[in-house]
Structure formats: structure tokens, C-alpha cells
Nanobody, 121 residues
Framework: VQLQASGGGVVQAGDSLRLSCAASGRIYSSYVMGWFRRAPGKDREFVAA????????MYADSVRGRFTVSKDSAKNTVYLQMNSVKPDDTAVYYC???????????????WGQGTEVTVSS
């Protein structure tokens, strides 16, 4: 499946932003759709994930309670709603797929091009 993330931009601390990950190709029910981010000078890290079949979700501690992952099956799209953003959320955000219920970058494939989010204080 080919994935394309979009929706990034420049926002102020405390604002909200919604990222989209559009898939061209089939998203199998067994897939786990993940969101990751890479901040300047840091490694790529797990943000959130959703199992496509049952919408079970998991989040990184740093975003739990502020970010929400959801899907629109008709549009073959996964979303990351980002609320109460902080400067530490500044990063390039990526979506990817996995067949494992995992937070590990190595378990994911079909990485899309990222979308950049900049949060100013």
C-alpha cells in the first residue's frame, strides 16, 4: 500500500492540527496503521497506532490525552488529531503500516513521505 501523509504546517503552542494519511491500495483488516515522528536531530519515534479492523489504539506517553488516531474506511484514510500542541511536537510526521501490534519502527513498512509540523511557543 502507498501512503501519503499531509496536513502539516506551522502552528502556535496550544493549537490543534489534523494530519491525514491517505492510502492508495488496499488496507487489510490485519494491518496496524502507525504514526511516527522525527524531530530535528533525533531518531524517528512512535506516536500512535490503530488496528484497522477493530480501531484498537495505542499512544506514546508523550501524546496520550492530546492526540487521537482515527480512520475513515470509505476514504481509506487514517487521521492524527493533534490538540494542545507543544513546541516538543515539532517534527516530520510519517505514517506506515504493520502486521504487528507494535511500537517498533522496524516492524513497519510502506512508509509514506512525511509532513512537517512546526509548533512555535
Amino acid at each position: 500500500v502507498q501512503l501519503q501523509a499531509s496536513g502539516g504546517g506551522v502552528v502556535q503552542a496550544g493549537d490543534s492540527l489534523r494530519l491525514s494519511c491517505a492510502a492508495s491500495g488496499r488496507i487489510y483488516s490485519s494491518y496496524v496503521m502507525g504514526w511516527f515522528r522525527r524531530a530535528p536531530g533525533k531518531d524517528r519515534e512512535f506516536v500512535a497506532a490503530m488496528r484497522w479492523s477493530n480501531t484498537r489504539t495505542m499512544y506514546a506517553d508523550s501524546v496520550r490525552g492530546r492526540f487521537t488516531v482515527s480512520k475513515d474506511s470509505a476514504k481509506n484514510t487514517v487521521y492524527l488529531q493533534m490538540n494542545s500542541v507543544k513546541p516538543d511536537d515539532t517534527a516530520v510526521y510519517y505514517c506506515a503500516a504493520s502486521i504487528q501490534w507494535s511500537r517498533q519502527t522496524s516492524e513497519y513498512f510502506d512508509w509514506g513521505q512525511g509532513t512537517e509540523v512546526t509548533v512555535s511557543s
